[in-house]
């Protein structure tokens, strides 16, 4: 079975610095990655997928991913955090064939002036 | 194009009462989700459907029931509702492996 592990629950972040957020995988076959966003009372928006080819994955608002292997991991990150990217974070696993989706318990990403 | 909506947006409901979710979907999708959202959980798959007239469970899937009779529409059902479904319900289309997202009905249950 097919399961998602966000390490870090919470990451509070100055405005304007890095951000990076971990994801961990376990799947047998190789893998569809998402991950997604969800604004406070809002639904899960896409930033950005991995389904095969190139292993560094651009998104939307300026988020990237890179889909390791070896490590069974896809972290997400963004060079220059603003404000608006205070939310949670949602990793998620599929493949080709399995109609669902495994996702992982989420990361909720707080901004400080 | 409205995507993925959901009816209603919140819902306060006492133990044992019913009701059903609706989710509408306008991109001719074939493959439609129900999940739950708890805290600290992420999002847990209650009940999906891969097209018109099925329905198959997911990994939550005990105290609720869903219909699928038309292709955008997929129902979600609280027979006798229960405390421990307090939560908010997220419903999804899916395309090319792909899911898309409602806004979620946010449902307590005293």
């Known amino acids: 079975a097919q399961s998602v592990t966000q390490p870090d629950i919470h990451i509070t972040v100055s405005e304007g610095a890095s951000l990076e957020l971990r994801c961990n995988y376990s799947y047998g076959a190789t893998p569809y990655l998402f991950w997604y966003v969800q604004s406070p009372g809002q639904g899960l928006q896409l930033l950005l997928k991995y389904f095969s080819g190139d292993t560094l994955v651009q998104g939307i608002k300026g988020f990237e991913a890179e889909f390791k292997r070896s490590q069974s991991s896809f972290n997400l990150r963004k060079p220059s955090v603003h404000w608006s990217d205070a939310a949670e974070y949602f990793c998620?696993?599929?493949?080709?064939?399995?109609?669902?989706?495994?996702f992982g318990a989420g990361t909720t990403v707080t901004v400080r002036a | 194009n409205a995507g993925v909506t959901q009816t209603p947006k919140f819902r306060v409901l006492k133990t044992g009462q019913s009701m059903t979710l609706l989710c509408a979907q306008d991109m001719n999708h074939e493959y439609m989700y129900w999940y739950r959202q708890d805290p600290g959980m992420g999002l847990r798959l209650i009940h999906y459907?891969?097209?018109?007239?099925?329905?198959a469970k997911g990994e939550v899937p005990d105290g609720y029931n869903v219909s699928r009779l038309k292709k955008q529409n997929f129902l979600l059902g609280l027979e006798s509702a229960a405390p421990s479904q307090t939560s908010v319900y997220f419903c999804?289309?899916?395309?090319?492996?792909?899911?898309?997202f409602g806004p979620g009905t946010r449902l307590t249950v005293l």
């Open positions: 999804a289309s899916r395309t090319g492996g792909e899911q898309f």
């Open positions: 459907s891969v097209g018109e007239g099925t329905t």
């Open positions: 998620a696993v599929g493949a080709h064939g399995d109609y669902k989706l495994s």
